[in-house]
Protein backbone atom coordinates (compact mmCIF):
# COMPACT_ATOMS: atom_id res chain seq x y z
CA UNK A 1 0.00 0.00 0.00
CA UNK A 2 2.74 2.28 1.04
CA UNK A 3 4.66 1.77 -2.35
CA UNK A 4 1.46 2.36 -4.29
CA UNK A 5 1.08 5.62 -2.53
CA UNK A 6 4.54 6.72 -2.96
CA UNK A 7 4.23 5.67 -6.74
CA UNK A 8 1.21 8.01 -7.42
CA UNK A 9 2.93 10.51 -5.80
CA UNK A 10 5.70 10.30 -7.59
CA UNK A 11 3.81 10.25 -10.45
CA UNK A 12 2.09 13.68 -9.86
CA UNK A 13 5.29 15.28 -9.14
CA UNK A 14 6.28 14.15 -13.05
CA UNK A 15 3.53 15.40 -14.04
CA UNK A 16 3.78 18.71 -12.68
CA UNK A 17 7.30 19.25 -13.42
CA UNK A 18 6.39 18.49 -17.13
CA UNK A 19 3.68 21.53 -16.98
CA UNK A 20 6.22 24.18 -17.80
CA UNK A 21 8.49 22.31 -20.58
CA UNK A 22 4.81 21.69 -22.35
CA UNK A 23 3.85 25.28 -21.85
CA UNK A 24 7.20 26.85 -23.86
CA UNK A 25 7.13 23.72 -26.08
CA UNK A 26 3.37 24.99 -27.06
CA UNK A 27 4.38 28.83 -26.91
CA UNK A 28 7.36 28.36 -29.62
CA UNK A 29 4.93 25.86 -31.39
CA UNK A 30 2.36 28.00 -31.70
CA UNK A 31 3.75 31.55 -32.04
CA UNK A 32 6.96 31.53 -33.18
CA UNK A 33 7.79 32.34 -36.83
CA UNK A 34 10.67 32.06 -39.35
CA UNK A 35 11.83 35.37 -39.57
CA UNK A 36 15.25 36.75 -37.96
CA UNK A 37 14.68 40.10 -35.73
CA UNK A 38 16.80 42.29 -33.73
CA UNK A 39 20.29 40.86 -33.03
CA UNK A 40 19.33 37.94 -35.47
CA UNK A 41 20.52 40.36 -38.22
CA UNK A 42 23.93 41.62 -36.64
CA UNK A 43 24.62 38.86 -34.33
CA UNK A 44 23.80 35.97 -36.68
CA UNK A 45 23.50 37.04 -40.58
CA UNK A 46 26.43 39.53 -40.30
CA UNK A 47 28.62 37.36 -38.50
CA UNK A 48 27.53 34.82 -41.50
CA UNK A 49 28.54 37.08 -44.35
CA UNK A 50 32.11 37.68 -41.80
CA UNK A 51 32.72 34.06 -42.27
CA UNK A 52 31.93 33.91 -45.97
CA UNK A 53 34.13 37.15 -46.68
CA UNK A 54 36.93 36.20 -44.25
CA UNK A 55 36.49 32.74 -43.20
CA UNK A 56 36.23 30.89 -39.95
CA UNK A 57 39.12 31.61 -38.22
CA UNK A 58 39.31 31.39 -33.71
CA UNK A 59 39.18 35.33 -33.89
CA UNK A 60 35.91 35.31 -36.05
CA UNK A 61 34.30 32.53 -33.34
CA UNK A 62 35.52 34.40 -30.01
CA UNK A 63 34.55 38.19 -31.29
CA UNK A 64 32.10 39.77 -29.06
CA UNK A 65 29.07 41.17 -29.83
CA UNK A 66 27.21 43.49 -27.95
CA UNK A 67 29.44 42.92 -25.17
CA UNK A 68 28.47 38.91 -24.99
CA UNK A 69 30.35 35.88 -25.66
CA UNK A 70 28.40 33.84 -29.05
CA UNK A 71 31.11 31.22 -28.92
CA UNK A 72 28.84 28.24 -28.56
CA UNK A 73 25.72 29.87 -30.08
CA UNK A 74 28.23 30.57 -33.18
CA UNK A 75 29.01 26.81 -33.53
CA UNK A 76 25.66 25.53 -33.43
CA UNK A 77 24.75 28.30 -35.99
CA UNK A 78 26.56 27.20 -38.38
CA UNK A 79 26.33 23.84 -37.81
CA UNK A 80 22.69 23.90 -38.06
CA UNK A 81 22.69 26.83 -41.24
CA UNK A 82 23.24 24.53 -43.58
CA UNK A 83 20.94 21.44 -42.76
CA UNK A 84 18.23 23.88 -41.63
CA UNK A 85 18.31 26.65 -44.65
CA UNK A 86 18.07 29.64 -41.81
CA UNK A 87 15.17 28.00 -40.22
CA UNK A 88 14.63 30.55 -37.18
CA UNK A 89 12.30 28.33 -35.67
CA UNK A 90 14.58 24.89 -35.59
CA UNK A 91 16.69 27.44 -33.25
CA UNK A 92 14.12 28.00 -30.75
CA UNK A 93 13.03 24.52 -30.50
CA UNK A 94 16.55 23.54 -29.97
CA UNK A 95 16.64 26.56 -27.02
CA UNK A 96 13.87 24.78 -25.93
CA UNK A 97 15.01 20.98 -26.37
CA UNK A 98 18.64 22.59 -23.98
CA UNK A 99 16.32 24.25 -21.82
CA UNK A 100 14.37 21.59 -20.52
CA UNK A 101 17.47 19.61 -20.19
CA UNK A 102 18.78 22.03 -18.05
CA UNK A 103 15.25 22.03 -16.15
CA UNK A 104 15.42 18.14 -15.86
CA UNK A 105 19.07 17.79 -14.51
CA UNK A 106 18.16 20.95 -11.61
CA UNK A 107 15.24 18.56 -11.08
CA UNK A 108 17.52 15.42 -10.80
CA UNK A 109 20.19 16.88 -8.62
CA UNK A 110 18.17 19.46 -6.48
CA UNK A 111 18.43 17.70 -3.29
CA UNK A 112 22.06 16.82 -3.68
Not at 70 to 84: E, N, Q, S
Amino acid sequence: MAESKMNRKCLWYYLIAAVPVMCSLFIVAKYSTNIMIGDEWDGMLLYYDTVLKEGLSLRTLLEPHNEHELFFARIIFLLLLGPTHGNTQVFMFLTQALATVVYLLYLKYRNH
